[in-house]
């Protein structure tokens, strides 16, 4: 099953999986259209960029990343765990990303399975699985009545509760806390 669903991912599809926290609805960051479409069925700000999965810090390097010394201290206190930070990205060819923002967030997730699927397909897109302003999916039936016959891939495992990801930035070597969530941090230097 990982084979074949890391081809529909690859090949712009998407998919509704469990992340750490609740169920996500995914798509290749490198496929623009599947970014499109996960805009589109979610009913999703345009001008709001989604969390990006990696498989591991390197990955960071595809973007044209290069952590600062008080990024990569976080990076290996959190990762992999449910923390997104988000760096600077101004690589034009992720603009389907970034939406000129030039930033995006990532996250590396605890969940072993999942990052055995970002080695397989690359970075995934995966915001959480839910419409605009909605509560997000608990069940994968909550899911397919938000999307549908949309989704390619419902992968079904169970009942998921949880907060997201803590979302933090690093700046001027302190932590600032841009969305709390699953992870409790608070915004001390770093030393």
């Known amino acids: 099953m990982k084979k074949e669903l890391a081809k529909i991912l690859k090949s712009g599809g998407v998919a509704v999986l469990p992340a750490d926290t609740l ?6 960051a ?11 069925i979610r009913g999703r700000d345009r001008a709001k960029p989604f969390i990006v999965l990696i498989p591991d810090a390197s990955a960071l390097k595809e973007f044209g990343i290069k952590p600062t010394d008080a990024e990569q201290k976080v990076m290996a206190k959190y990762w992999p765990g449910k923390v997104s930070i988000v760096f600077n990205c101004l690589n034009g060819k992720y603009m389907h990303l970034h939406r000129g923002s030039g930033t995006l967030a990532f996250r590396v997730p605890d969940n072993a399975k999942l990052r055995e699927l970002l080695n397989e397909t690359g970075p995934l897109i995966a915001p959480s699985a839910n419409t605009e ?5 608990e069940t994968i039936e909550e899911a397919q009545a938000y999307f549908g ?12 509760h ?16 841009l969305r709390k969530g699953a992870v409790e941090i608070n915004g001390d230097i770093i030393s």
Do not use: C, F
């Not at 302003?133 to 999916?137: C, D, G, H, S, V």
């Not at 016959?149 to 998921?160: F, K, P, Q």
């Not at 949880?162 to 806390?177: A, C, D, F, M």
């Open 23 to 28: 169920y996500g609805i995914m798509g290749s």
């Open 162 to 177: 949880g907060n997201p990801s803590t979302l933090i930035k690093i700046e001027h070597g302190r932590v600032i806390i």
């Open 30 to 40: 490198r496929a623009p259209d599947a970014v499109k479409k996960i805009y589109k």
């Open 149 to 160: 016959d949309s989704v390619d891939v419902y992968e079904d495992a169970g009942t998921l």
């Open 133 to 137: 302003n909605n509560p997000p999916a």
